[in-house]
């Protein structure tokens, strides 16, 4: 296994304060899995990131991470650095892990962008939602939110600002980063 150095200079902080949904700009994409809930899960907490991630399109995939606190990336307040494709860094932790019989959800928050084409971004906020679709197949939902930064472009614009995000880059590239994500998952949850 890699060991993936922290950046020169990198300060560990805590993640910005999440906002409520009015302040942040979301997208969401769906996909059924044909494995029953169970086995989506176990698979889902098996696979790395690196694995899973897409970085077929214009934006980056996954080299490796780095576990920055916690036993490992799984309970809320665990935290590592992810480390890009395009030789940059994130910064993620758990927020949120639930399960029952029919469903499972997991949240985290995404900070510390490096790439120059997040300086807009204050935080992203990812939410995984799998529940039993029946007849042995799970349903994936993922949303993705941003909170723009207030002082940058186009987050000063306010509404507009997040208006221009969704439109041009959340339900282009990022939409399909996420579809391209979602479909190696369900990929390789069902074993092809």
Known sequence: MTMFQLPAGFIDTPHPPVA????????????????????????????ALADWIDG?????????????????????GSRHMVFLT???TI???VLEKTR????????????NYVTAAARPLL????????????????RVR??????????????FLGSLGGWLLKTTFLNGPYAAWM??????????????
């Not at 019989?101 to 985290?108: D, I, K, L, M, S």
């Not at 993922?142 to 987050?155: A, H, M, N, V």
């Not at 579809?179 to 092809?192: F, H, I, P, Q, V």
């Open 20 to 47: 409520g949904p009015e302040r942040l700009v979301s997208h969401v994409e769906e996909v059924t899995i044909d494995r029953p809930l169970a086995e989506v899960i176990a698979h889902t907490e098996t696979v």
């Open 56 to 76: 077929s399109g214009s934006l980056p995939g996954v080299t490796g991470t780095r576990l920055l606190s916690g036993d490992r990336f799984d309970a809320p």
């Open 86 to 88: 395009d030789g940059t």
């Open 91 to 93: 910064v993620e932790q």
């Open 100 to 111: 029952t019989e029919g469903a499972y959800r997991f949240r985290y928050v995404v900070w």
């Open 123 to 138: 935080y992203g906020l990812g939410d995984f939602q799998y529940t039993d679709a029946g007849a042995g197949r799970t």
């Open 142 to 155: 993922w949303t993705y939110s941003f909170e723009l930064r207030r002082d940058r472009f186009p987050g």
């Open 179 to 192: 579809r391209g994500s979602l479909a190696r998952t369900k990929a390789l949850a069902e074993g092809r």
